[in-house]
């Protein structure tokens, strides 16, 4: 086999199942999909292993043309590029993929009775796909095909239970605005057509081909930016997240958190670094836009009643920690001094390694709010409560995740967190402000962990349990042990992302040189033999407290309660979601009332006439053969609009 053709081994798995898939119902349709699904994450991994530890570049393509009836063909070649930066993105796809394919084979289950399987099932193979091949092509204009088919089948995803007429709004809402940003994505690209590349749009060549008309480049940057930001929830493009993610099956929700989100991200990283230079007029943006994100997230994560739909706001967050890291970067890395140009590679490192981190945890997180959901029904914080006691390995996985995302040492939070805060409130510069803010938001984030795990798990419930309450199957709960264990080793061993990423990062910067100026920050070779005694610690720490709880939680003292002869029965203390954050809600009340102000303005109105135009076509194209008649003629849409392109070019 030639080494690029490697490219091609993830998507035969995938292309096979779905097209068997469509007809068959039940549950064989589930276990191909989840089956195929997990052979073909395997090989993601197997493709990003030889990029990222063996350090190849896979090149490989599939030609067509060069033209049909006079009209051309060329620039419909499909050209495919894993280098260290998509590597990245392949390597959280493969692995959050295949936790999430696992966990499907039991979650899905319920629905065997009452949807078609094999809808799902070929929605959610070329979900998978369609995200692969938009992380893999070196090519503009499949990458915005691609890109649209992801959108497609992610919206089905979203919107798989149509009784639940909040799931089929959220699906509505999900693909009128991201399609919105599409649009203008589409104009960026024209633009890059119509002015610098003509029809061949390679991304090999689009390094080669810029001018140094700064207003031009401002323009193009703009418009592509703002078409990634509304797919990344960036604000104010943000408010189809929380509706979107909760509706979607759990293990969707993983997907759609922990890894589609991040695809526009990897766009951003080649589009400032590869395509155009770092700029510090950029960083200046896209980092004021990183910071305000995180505040968006933070604030209204904390006072959601609905587990996924905290998880979805608290994504929203870390997804500004991301920008803001990549933000800092390019201020720092365009400007002729060493210090700062440490800092920016540190920065781009922490944004990278929360990239990776934020996979991982979300990922687990959105599996525990399904595994709970699974076997109580509920979402409601306001109704769960006292689930350590029947569910010990998803309240494990759980706290593990907690102490993750919140940034607690040694978990894998706080070193991207760390070095974010180390790069900005140690750079003597305005993004000291930033950094410290950052800060701030953290604090929130702990409150909000606490508020979930707590109310889920630690409380006494309001109300009996209608049906039994037991630990999730293996195929549930061996996801989240599994993605719980990676927390721990990737704040332990900080060495394992530094593969991971390392080298992307001294591609742009070589920051291994300068290491020594910063000592701990990556690597600390003179501790390393203490890594695992602190495992053990960390370990233990977590799991005897928790036996020590499950142990009380069986032990029942029976003793006569004295209420000056008054017959007295027992009322367990149960405190609502909502007094979590009665104080903060208050004290910030106008930062709420504003965006709540601005939300029912420009969201509510203008998604209310878009649900409208979008209903009748949402029930025409239920069954999967329209689907398929529906991604050709988006291809074609696509193919038509950048052949306009060429032709004004021409």
């Not at 966990?103 to 799902?120: P, T, V, W």
């Not at 749009?201 to 930001?229: E, H, S, W």
């Not at 203390?573 to 504003?594: A, C, K, L, P």
């Not at 979008?614 to 950048?642: K, Q």
Request: proline share 5%.
């Amino acid at each position: 086999m030639i080494e690029g053709d490697i490219v091609f081994l993830p998507m035969i798995p995938l292309i096979i199942a779905s097209i068997i898939i469509v007809s068959i119902r039940g549950k064989i349709s589930n276990y191909i999909t989840s089956v195929s699904s997990m052979i073909s994450c395997v090989l993601m991994l197997y493709v990003s292993y030889n990029v990222l530890v063996l350090n190849q570049v896979i090149r490989s393509s599939i030609r067509i043309g060069p033209e049909l009836l006079g009209i051309p063909l060329n620039f419909l070649s499909i050209r495919f590029l894993i280098d260290s930066l998509s590597g990245i993105f392949v390597f959280i796809l493969g692995l959050v993929g295949f936790f999430a394919s696992l966990y499907s084979i039991s979650y899905m289950s319920r629905f065997y009775d009452n949807e078609h399987l094999g809808f799902y099932g070929f929605n959610y193979m070329v979900f998978l796909l369609s995200m692969y091949l938009t992380l893999t092509t070196r090519d503009l204009f499949w990458f915005i095909v691609f890109w649209e088919i992801m959108t497609l089948s992610s919206q089905f995803l979203v919107s798989f239970e149509k009784e639940k007429r909040r799931a089929v709004w959220a699906g509505y809402k999900y693909f009128t605005i991201t399609k919105a940003g599409s649009e203008v994505l589409i104009i960026g690209i024209l633009l890059l057509i119509i002015f610098y590349c003509g029809m061949n749009t390679d991304f090999l060549v689009l390094r080669y081909v810029m001018k140094p008309d700064k207003l031009l480049n401002n323009i193009i940057i703009a418009l592509l930016f703002i078409g990634l930001a509304v797919k990344a929830s960036l604000t104010p493009f943000h408010t189809w997240l929380p509706d979107a993610h909760p509706e979607a099956p759990s293990h969707v929700s993983a997907l759609l958190s922990g890894v589609m989100i991040k695809v526009p991200i990897y766009m951003m990283f080649r589009l400032y670094y590869f395509f155009f230079k770092p700029s510090l007029l950029w960083g200046i943006i896209v980092s004021i836009m990183g910071i305000i994100t995180v505040f968006i997230g933070a604030f209204y994560a904390l006072i959601q009643e609905d587990s996924k739909r905290l998880l979805a706001y608290s994504s929203i967050e870390n997804i500004g920690i991301i920008i803001l890291g990549l933000g800092v970067s390019l201020s720092f890395l365009s400007v002729n001094n060493t210090f700062y140009n440490i800092l920016g590679a540190i920065a781009l490192f922490a944004s990278l390694y929360h990239v990776v981190n934020h996979a991982i945890y979300k990922s687990l997180l959105f599996m525990v709010a399904g595994s709970i959901y699974y076997r109580t029904g509920s979402r409601d914080l306001d109704v769960l409560g006292g689930l350590s006691k029947y569910m010990p390995l998803t309240a494990l996985a759980a706290i593990i995740g907690m102490l993750s995302i919140t940034g607690i040492p040694p978990f894998n939070g706080f070193t991207s967190k760390w070095l974010l805060y180390s790069s900005t409130i140690g750079s003597g510069t305005p993004y000291v402000i930033m950094g410290i803010l950052l800060l701030f938001t953290g604090g929130i984030t702990i409150a909000i962990y606490i508020k979930f795990y707590t109310t889920i798990f630690v409380r006494p419930s309001k109300k009996p349990y209608t049906r039994e309450i037991k630990e999730s199957p293996p195929t549930i709960t061996i996801p989240l042990v599994s993605l719980a264990i990676l927390c721990i080793l990737f704040g332990l061993f900080p060495i394992i992302p530094w593969y991971i990423i390392g080298d992307f990062i001294q591609r742009i910067y070589p920051l291994r040189s300068y290491i020594g100026i910063y000592p701990g920050l990556i690597i600390v070779p003179t501790i390393s033999i203490n890594f695992p005694f602190l495992l053990l610690l960390v370990l233990a720490s977590i799991t005897f407290p928790l036996l020590f709880a499950i142990y009380l939680g069986y032990r029942k003292s029976i003793s006569i309660t004295w209420a000056s002869g008054i017959s007295y029965k027992s009322r367990p203390m149960s405190v609502s979601s909502r007094s979590y954050y009665n104080v903060f809600h208050t004290i910030f009340s106008e930062i709420y009332s504003v965006g709540d102000t601005l939300y029912n303005i420009f969201i509510l109105k203008s998604s209310s006439a878009l649900r409208k135009l979008f209903e009748a076509i949402y029930y025409v194209i239920e069954n999967p053969p329209y689907m398929i008649i529906l991604f050709l003629l988006l291809i074609l849409l696509n193919y038509i609009i950048l052949w306009m392109g060429w032709y004004i070019i021409d």
